[in-house]
């Protein structure tokens, strides 16, 4: 069932409708999933590692998850959730609607349409221009994947024997001006503005203090979607030196699967589709360790680097 799931609305104004906006919304739909990574892969800032001395010193890390952009979906669900609007394409009248991040049954958060008559309820939620931490509490019931990735990644450094923990935090995006919108340019700016910053957004220097790290390791996803049942992601990782802000090391991997249909994975509270990121990710973050140059720790311990975290995750909830 659909109903009385959260909507956060993007403020927009009624526009008059016209033959061609139909076609106009499927070509920016499927535009974007070819341009956007594109965009993001030539855009993104060079990977930088630390030395092999820097390196050597870290032995405490505090993992932070980056707030994760709103999945995109293509074809949009809308067709799913309100059959009509399958047909909407070749209709002469287009049908009224608008451009809206949801939370599905399985509180998984997706950009997508919404109709005026749809069975869904809109939350309108302010825009905020500056960089900070929020309690992962206050996302509730939210299903925001780098948290789960970010689990993932302590387990993985502590397979290196490191030790690493869970920030209890949540590194929000700035977002001035638009808000939290359904526009996914808008998003990924906000990703790569972050990714590209040569040292912290955020002050961690009270918090090496009080904790004594040697590190903060920042991990946010850039392409996040469904296309005709291929999942992409992309994760993107920031090494952070807490008694200086400076960077010391960032790098991004991306990869896919071929999982089948939107609709089937997004079925049963999204469970298969959580799956899914969960197999993708952890393979991903195994390679952005590596590139860093956290292996070379791993190989010294004589540990392998194969992390259990999500498998037996996986393995519980199938």
């Known amino acids: 069932m659909w109903s009385k799931h959260l909507i956060i609305k993007r403020s927009i104004g009624m ?13 920016r739909a499927h535009c974007q999933a070819w341009l956007l990574p594109l965009l993001l892969g030539g855009c993104m800032a060079p990977s930088i590692q630390p030395s092999v001395q820097q390196l050597a010193h870290i032995q405490n890390i505090l993992v932070i998850p980056v707030e994760a952009p709103p999945l995109q979906i293509i074809p949009d669900p809308i067709e799913e959730r309100l059959p009509v609007y399958r047909h909407e394409q070749n209709m002469t009248i287009s049908v009224p609607m608008h451009e809206a991040i949801y939370k599905n049954p399985g509180n998984v958060l997706i950009a997508g349409h919404v109709s005026e008559d749809d069975i869904v309820v809109e939350l309108d939620e302010q825009a905020h221009a500056s960089t900070r931490l929020e309690p992962r509490a206050a996302l509730g019931d939210q299903w925001m994947p780098t948290s789960i990735l970010a689990e993932a ?23 001035p001006g638009y808000g939290h919108d359904a526009y996914l340019f808008h998003w990924h700016t906000a990703v790569s503005d972050w990714y590209a910053q040569d040292s912290s957004q955020l002050d961690y220097r009270q918090v090496a203090n009080d904790s004594g790290i040697d590190a903060v390791l920042e991990i946010g996803l850039g392409t996040y979607r469904i296309f005709e049942g291929q999942v992409s992601l992309q994760v993107l990782v920031r ?10 090391a960032r790098t991004q991997k991306a990869d896919f699967r071929v999982a089948g249909s939107a609709q089937a994975l997004l079925e049963n509270d999204s469970h298969k589709f959580k799956q899914v990121i969960n197999v993708i990710g952890n393979r991903l973050i195994r390679q952005v360790l590596s590139r860093i140059g956290f292996s070379s720790k791993l190989k010294s311990a004589g540990e392998s680097s194969h992390s259990t975290f999500v498998l037996h995750s996986a393995k519980r909830s199938s």
């Open 239 to 248: 090494l952070i030196d807490p008694h200086d802000n400076r960077l010391l």
């Open 153 to 175: 990644m302590v387990s993985e450094l502590r397979a290196l024997n490191i030790n690493a923990r869970l920030s209890q935090h949540y590194f929000r995006l700035p977002v």
């Open 15 to 27: 526009r008059l409708q016209n033959p061609f906006q139909p076609q106009a919304r499927f070509l």
